[in-house]
């Protein structure tokens, strides 16, 4: 997945600016920076959920497997199949079971209809990838919100993986976690890398050093540098990101 002078707007206020950015295929690719910064704004433009926000559009291009995903004939719904997504804060459908929380994505997929036994074993295998099932096996049928906050997380993350992604969009997915649920997400996310690409928005810098393979810094919505998470981490190119990285702001 690449982005090519992408810029994202609110109304008149300018977001994301003149973003040009590739993200390696069976990587993991961190986005750091500031609140406000244009993170999540850069990660809502690689499914097309940003332009779901009222007066939001974009400019420049994202490209997924070759193909501009805003070209008037690509179908966001089935773009969002393939470029799954998990917010900052747990969002299980609370009018379903586990089960269904999970088997969600499968109802909208196009061709075939799959029977209630291809069905559970996606879930299954969903929720294995991450690292839920164990804890849930014997619960499906139970709600999805009497779960814990860490275990209601990594349900959203099988929810997404259901439909077989090949990239995952996590939106600073362990901010509202407990550090032993943190532990698991972080765990699952390095896992993932060798099926899928994965972005993840975080606001810990430790986090990002510790999962991923790639690092971009952001700030007042310009991507100031990006670089293996090693270097970035260890000698940065431009003096913002030594700043930002050594606490003297954000």
């Not at 003149?18 to 433009?45: M, Q, W, Y």
């Not at 969002?91 to 969600?104: E, K």
């Not at 209809?113 to 291809?118: C, I, S």
């Amino acid at each position: 997945m690449q982005t090519r002078a992408l810029q994202a707007y609110f109304g008149s206020t300018h977001a994301v600016r003149d973003v040009s950015l590739d993200f390696p295929a069976n990587e993991v690719t961190a986005i750091i920076g500031p609140s406000g910064c244009g993170k999540s704004t850069l990660l809502r433009c690689l499914n097309r959920m940003h332009e779901t926000i009222p007066l939001a559009r974009v400019e420049g291009e994202v490209l997924f497997h070759g193909q501009n995903i805003y070209s008037p004939d690509v179908d966001p719904i089935a773009l969002r199949r393939h470029v799954g997504m998990v917010f900052q804060r747990p969002t299980p459908f609370p009018t379903m079971s586990i089960r269904d929380n999970v088997a969600a994505g499968l109802r909208v997929q196009p061709g075939e209809r799959l029977d209630r036994k291809q069905v559970d074993a996606i879930v299954e295998q969903a929720l294995k990838q991450a690292a839920l099932w164990d804890e849930v096996k014997d619960r499906l049928k139970g709600s999805a919100t009497g779960i814990s906050g860490g275990q209601q997380q990594r349900l959203c993350i099988a929810r997404a993986l259901a439909t077989s992604p090949k990239v995952l969009l996590l939106d600073e997915p362990t901010a509202s976690l407990d550090p032993l649920s943190t532990q698991k997400v972080e765990e699952l996310v390095y896992e993932l890398r060798k099926s899928m690409t994965v972005i993840i928005v975080t606001h810990n810098m430790q986090q990002a050093a510790r999962v991923s393979d790639r690092t971009v810094f952001m700030l007042s919505g310009e991507m100031v540098e990006t670089a293996s998470t090693r270097v970035m981490f260890t000698t940065p190119s431009d003096p913002r990101t030594e700043a930002y990285i050594t606490g003297r702001f954000g």
